[in-house]
């Protein structure tokens, strides 16, 4: 079998980087710096599953659903819940779900007293995007509503890591190629590709494995990163880009 | 941040669960199944000009161990399990090997296809004769489904994924597999396995005796099962011979409605014989 040189960055392909000490462990790290690394790493992974969820499962409009979001985030990864998480009962994802439901109960009960961010740094939200999403989603169940909006979070993030690496790399160009195909509502040929960027189509191929090669390594380093156990992180993996959900 | 549309997320989960063939003696033609571990595809081998069933798992953290399963796949040669051409690690850092591209279906499309019962269990013998084989090699498949058996297009059935599914499929694993017991998981688990499969080519109303062979496959405990899937091979043979069936015991009416079945063209002879002597006595002019 060839090996592609390319696969080397990082590591060997298809290893991680030894980040396994999880996110979830590092959020109650003595280093400050770790600690605030892995909020910020967690908040940017799930706010955006969570925002929706709460904009559908509670009727929420968009104003609340994005304090109330922030106000979890920061109760979560400042509080004691995140230190209950037992990998041995549930998923992260799983777990998550509860706690925001009887946040937004205990919220509920507690009407006007909420203080939000409860003197943590506040999270910043762009929500512009999701509203337009909102109204295209098709009658998913609210457990398959939050899985896919994990999905989806997890593959915009792996997007702007390529992003980066390309640039960081001097690959602008894969990247450009990748965005104008994978990313494109309607997907254009190889050989239109090719006429665009005025490359042989075995160029634009190429350029496409490696994007993708890259993704898929980025997205499932991510996946590595925030979950707690090696059987979670299959899991997860495989409910990324397996036949289940 | 990108946004993604519903199509652009779905359209990278495809792109991105394809195993990355760049570089290799493999390209890529259509996908043949997804699980929930891995997906087969379609490929062409462009060194032997031939067409080929390419595995890999969605996941291989560890491409250690489908090497291995493929391996051992590798020891068992037998006309009845799929044999393996080529194994290693694709560019992406995931395991794979390259098997037999079998003309064909799963077996439970066969089913749907198939009305005739005794095609069915001809066909389920056959299974259980891989089986058996690979049991008497002290392999264990550990996840037998229909997903993992291929019916071929003159009736040659291939079992495939040896060794892949330690937990098993929950519809078709042993209690022991999914820990509801403390026995160790071995050859009876497979039975177990069988003895479901075997349930699903029965028809709506089966005939009791092969009801009370998927009991007996499927017992909870597995000394109360078939030691092995040659003596429930056996007793196919046996219900399809119109013997009788070890884990059924049948009523005296039923003994008498077997042996008239199994000695149909006997009996009708001598009954017309019997007819004949009679007539003949009874003839006016004798």
Redesign the interface.
């Not at chain 2, 941040?1 to 997320?9: A, Q, Y």
């Given at each position: 079998m060839v090996s592609d040189p390319d696969t080397a960055i990082g590591g060997r392909p298809s290893r991680f980087p030894s980040t396994r000490a999880s996110l979830i462990a590092s959020t109650s790290h003595n280093d400050g710096t770790i600690r605030r690394e892995a909020h910020a790493a967690l908040a940017a992974t799930y706010w955006k599953p969570i925002y929706k969820y709460i904009r559908i499962k509670w009727h929420r409009d968009n104003e609340d659903a994005k304090d109330l979001t922030q106000a979890f985030l920061s109760d979560l990864l400042t509080g004691s819940a995140i230190a209950s998480f037992d990998s041995a009962r549930a998923t992260f994802r799983t777990y998550l779900r509860v706690c925001v439901d009887r946040f937004v109960m205990n919220a509920n009960q507690a009407a006007g007293r909420l203080k939000r961010g409860a003197g943590q740094p506040a999270l910043s939200f762009d929500t512009d995007d999701i509203e337009s999403e909102l109204a295209t989603d098709p009658g998913l169940s609210l457990d398959d509503l939050f899985h896919r909006e994990w999905q989806r979070q997890m593959f915009a993030l792996g997007i702007d890591d390529l992003r980066r690496l390309a640039h960081d790399l001097g690959k602008d160009r894969p990247f450009e190629i990748f965005e104008a195909h994978d990313l494109a509502e309607d997907l254009p040929s190889y050989a239109e590709l090719a006429r665009r960027f005025d490359l042989p189509v075995s160029t634009v191929t190429n350029h496409l494995a490696w994007a993708r090669r890259e993704l898929r390594r980025l997205v499932l380093a991510r996946i590595k990163a925030i979950t707690a156990t090696e059987a979670e992180f299959a899991d997860d993996a495989r409910s990324l880009f397996g036949k289940h959900r | 941040?990108?946004?993604?549309?519903?199509?652009?997320?779905e359209?990278?989960?495809e792109?991105?669960?394809?195993p990355?063939v760049?570089?290799?003696r493999y390209r890529l033609e259509d996908l043949l199944g997804?699980?929930?571990?891995?997906?087969v595809y379609a490929a062409v081998d462009d060194e032997l000009q031939r067409r080929v069933a390419l595995k890999v798992l969605?996941?291989?953290?560890d491409?250690e161990e489908l090497l291995a399963e493929a391996r051992l796949a590798a020891q068992l040669e037998h006309p009845g399990i799929i044999p393996l051409y080529d194994a290693?690690?694709?560019?992406?850092?995931?395991a794979y090997y390259t098997m037999k591209l079998v003309d064909g279906v799963h077996l439970d499309e066969y089913t749907r296809r198939t009305s005739s019962l005794s095609d069915r269990l001809r066909v389920f013998q056959k299974l259980c004769d891989a089986v058996a084989f690979a049991h008497s090699r002290g392999v264990v498949h550990r996840d037998l489904k229909p997903a993992n058996v291929m019916v071929g297009r003159f009736g040659e059935v291939l079992v495939m994924d040896w060794g892949t599914g330690v937990a098993g499929t929950p519809k078709y694993r042993a209690p022991e597999q999914a820990g509801e017991t403390a026995h160790p998981v071995g050859p009876a688990a497979d039975v177990h396995a069988l003895g479901v499969i075997l349930r699903t080519l029965l028809p709506e109303n089966p005939p009791r005796p092969l009801l009370a062979v998927v009991e007996r496959a499927t017992a909870v405990d597995p000394a109360a099962r078939y030691p092995d899937a040659g003596l429930l091979n056996l007793e196919i043979q046996r219900f399809l011979d119109f013997g009788t069936v070890e884990a059924y015991r049948e009523s005296g009416l039923e003994r008498a409605a077997r042996f008239y079945r199994s000695n149909q063209p006997l009996l009708i002879l001598f009954l017309v014989y019997v007819v004949v002597r009679f007539a003949l006595f009874l003839w006016p002019g004798r």
């Open positions: - | 941040m990108t946004p993604l549309s519903d199509r652009v997320l359209r990278l989960r792109t991105a669960a394809q990355d760049s570089g290799t997804r699980g929930g571990m891995g997906a969605t996941v291989s953290d491409p290693g690690r694709l560019p992406d850092g995931r």
